[in-house]
């Protein structure tokens, strides 16, 4: 019986030995784990919600009108100016047809308001003419009326004393009198050819006020011409740039609106990582800091980079319904901030094969 009972007592001593040992060995293990992570955590900031992002370009199209044709599939790689799809044009060359028309008839109107002036132009110098012959012969007019007026003067001295006879008065009298009525009918004359002369100017006038609104509408008519023109480029939708067609949802002898967004292009020229820190990660965060990144994606991969940017407001700011602390019980939540990071290793070939969306563990050095 001493037997079993020292048997039962030593294995009761080894297992609190074994107890021992392995407490300690998790005592220390949890210390070592605890102060490791401690250390690490003075010198860096860590967060898993963070993805990959690249610029994606929307298709819109500027016109509205029935697609014929497309030319892309989807995932499929479009270089800028790739033909995407087309729309039916018919219309629009219709209008370019009945722009090219009008501008042809505002021409046509100019060329015949110059025409019109010219003919102005061309029957004023004769006018002007007659004005300055008018003036000359009135000149001439009142040199004879002064001589005639001379003359019956002293005709009329003369047949006071009865030096002349009758009829010798009678003319120097009827002289005068001619005298006076044809520089009355010289003075009508150029009356009526500055009439004509001033009418002919405010005609003149006209047809430059119509050449003026004529070359307007031409102007005018120009500009429609080329919108027309324009408008019917837009029925060819090319790609903006070099990049990746999303899933294209398009068909054939479907109706697109101007300005809606029909499918995406994701450009090739750059790629990078928004990670949303905590607002008590963010304080020790700055601009330049080196970060390790890994994708889940290729793991066991690191990538380099560096803390290029952060936003100018938490993510809840730009949501569609930001929060309104002021309304309600409030309850507070640690927000997020979203911090850029751009990729610094040239040489990595596996960055161009990340895609948007990939979500990324990562790991900034704060020293």
Excluded: C
């Amino acid at each position: 019986m001493s037997t079993g009972a020292e048997n039962n007592a030593a294995g009761t001593q080894k297992k609190n030995k074994t107890f021992l040992i392995i407490l300690i060995v998790a005592v220390i293990a949890g210390g070592w784990f605890g102060i490791s992570k401690y250390i690490h955590g003075q010198h860096h900031e860590e967060t898993d919600d963070a993805q990959v992002e690249a610029n994606i370009s929307p298709v819109i199209p500027r016109v509205s009108g029935y697609v014929v044709s497309i030319r892309v599939k989807d995932n499929q790689r479009v270089k800028k100016g790739d033909t995407l799809f087309i729309l039916d044009d018919r219309d629009f060359k219709l209008r370019v047809e009945a722009a090219e028309a009008a501008l042809a008839t505002a021409e046509s109107n100019v060329a015949a308001a110059q025409a019109n002036a010219g003919a102005a132009h061309a029957n004023i110098a004769p006018s002007e003419a007659n004005v300055s012959t008018a003036d000359a012969q009135i000149e001439t007019a009142k040199i004879n009326l002064w001589r005639a007026n001379e003359d019956f003067k002293r005709y009329e001295n003369l047949i006071k004393d009865h030096s002349i006879t009758q009829q010798q008065y009678e003319q120097a009298l009827a002289a005068k009198q001619t005298a006076e009525k044809q520089l009355q009918v010289l003075q009508q004359q150029k009356a009526q050819a500055s009439t004509q002369v001033s009418a002919i100017g405010r005609q003149s006038n006209a047809t430059a006020s119509q050449i003026g609104v004529a070359a307007a509408t031409v102007k005018q008519r120009k500009v429609d011409v080329d919108d027309a023109k324009l408008n019917l480029s837009y029925t060819v939708v090319i790609a903006p740039e070099d990049g990746m067609v999303s899933k294209v949802n398009v068909q054939n002898g479907q109706f697109v609106q101007a300005g809606a967004a029909l499918f995406s292009i994701v450009l090739n020229n750059e790629t990078w990582i928004v990670a949303n820190f905590k607002e008590t990660q963010y304080g020790r965060i700055r601009e330049g800091q080196k970060v390790m990144l890994e994708i889940d994606a290729f793991p066991g991969h690191e990538f380099e980079g560096v803390v290029s940017s952060a936003s100018p407001a938490t993510g809840a700011r730009f949501a569609l319904l930001p929060p309104d602390n002021a309304s309600g019980n409030f309850v507070k939540v640690v927000q997020r901030l979203p911090v850029k990071i751009e990729f610094t290793n040239a040489q990595d070939t596996l960055v161009k094969r990340l895609k948007a969306g990939m979500n990324a563990d990562v790991d900034v050095h704060l020293d």
